[in-house]
Every structure is written in C-alpha cells, then in structure tokens.
C-alpha cells in the first residue's frame, strides 16, 4: 500500500491556460474520486469513477473540466481555459472492495491561477 | 444525505480525551456517520464510521445516540498530532463524500 499520488503537487498558470493533473490511486481500488478543496472550507466533490465509468458528476464540474480514467487505474483531470476562481488544492482519492467505507486521499495538487 | 452541525473549533489538553459533537438530526435509516480529519496541507483521512451501534478502532471511538440524531468522536488521549481539522459526515446510496467546514481541534500542551 504505497497511497494515493498526485502530480504535480503544486501548479501555477496564467488565466486562460489549460492545466492536467494526475491521480494514481492505490493498486486496485476500483474507485477514485475528485474534490476541491478552496481555502477555509472543507472538501467539496467533483466526480466519482467506478473502474474506467464515471459515474458521478458534481454541477460544480463545469464544460471547462474534464476527468478521464481509461483503463481503470490512474486518473486525469483537466481544467480547460483556467479563471482564478479554479485556484484551489484539487484532491484524488480512491477506495476499495475491501474495505469500501474508507476513502483513502492523496495530498492534494495546489492549483494557482495568475 | 443529511446535513451535519459541528462547533467551529474546540481545544484540548495534551494527554487528555478530545470529545468532538456532532448533530445530524436529519439522519436517514440507511446513512452511517464517518468521521475524517484533515491535518494541516495534507488530504483527509479516515478515521472510523458507524450506523448505529458505537465503534472503537485503534484511533477513536465513535458514540451514536439511540436516535441517531447526534454522536460523538472520542480521541482517548489527545497528542499534538491530534491537531487537525475533524469533519463530521452523514453519508447514504451516494458514493460521495460532503463535508462541512469541520471542527478546528487545537491540541495544547
């Protein structure tokens, strides 16, 4: 059990820039989830895969973001046309049949948009 | 999933037991309560869950009420490390997580 990673851990871009973050989820967790985490407030859902399906979506998740997970293992997510409102630390985490009721995070990717 | 209410913060002795409220009135039959804590820049992690009876594991115990409509994390014997953001979380069928603003532990020594 080597945890949840995320990379890059810290990401600053200028406004209107395109940003990708990655997410490799403990070795076969069928499932990985997204948050966002602003400043002062405690995490907030974006989506949820099972295996490669995303199956859950946040209206918080606008046509600007995208998240992929394509063989079922690590995940991406992309913000497209980056506003400062997007600064904020973007948390992956993952979860497993064994034990379904934790959700294991990683720490986090601190997103900075000038 | 209901909605919790917990203090905005709350302080502890070092070596003495951290009792943390947490009021979920609008508890469904089918939702548990977890608990997670967030320490200072890193992510959340677990640390136990219960439906209706209390739970204890090697880092907490979690007391519910026979109603359901409150419970209680017990930290047995705070540490510093202790320190930490604690949220306090119904969740039901969904597959996520919502978490409120917490209680900001502050362990002293």
């Known amino acids: 059990d080597t945890g949840v990673s995320q990379n890059p851990r810290h990401k600053i871009t200028k406004r209107g820039q395109n940003v990708t973050f990655r997410c490799d989820p403990i070795?076969?967790?069928?499932?990985l989830y997204w948050y966002r985490q602003t400043l002062g407030q405690g995490p907030e859902f974006l989506t949820y895969f099972q295996n490669e399906a995303q199956l859950e979506k946040s209206r918080l998740l606008s046509d600007r973001f995208s998240a992929e997970r394509p063989k079922g293992s690590f995940s991406t997510l992309e913000i497209q046309r980056t506003e400062q409102g997007d600064s904020a630390m973007y948390l992956c985490?993952?979860?497993?049949?064994?034990?379904?009721?934790?959700?294991?995070f990683g720490p986090g990717t601190r997103l900075t948009v000038l | 999933d209901a909605k919790t209410t917990q203090p905005t913060s709350m302080d502890c002795a070092e070596g003495r037991a951290a009792n943390l409220p947490c009021n979920h009135s609008?508890?469904?039959?089918?939702?548990?309560v977890y608990w997670y804590r967030q320490i200072h820049s890193q992510g959340p992690q677990y640390i136990i869950h219960?439906?209706?009876n209390n739970e204890t594991n090697e880092m907490a115990s979690l007391i519910i009420t026979e109603d359901r409509k409150s419970s209680t994390l017990i930290l047995p014997h705070a540490t510093l490390r202790d320190t930490a953001v604690y949220y306090c979380?119904?969740?039901?069928?969904?597959?996520?997580?919502?978490f409120g603003k917490g209680t900001k532990l502050t362990v002293n020594p």
């Open positions: 219960g439906l209706k």
């Open positions: 985490a993952s979860s497993g049949r064994d034990r379904v009721h934790e959700q294991f």
């Open positions: 070795s076969e967790h069928n499932r």
């Open positions: 609008t508890i469904s039959g089918n939702e548990y």
């Open positions: 979380i119904v969740r039901g069928g969904s597959e996520k997580l919502v």
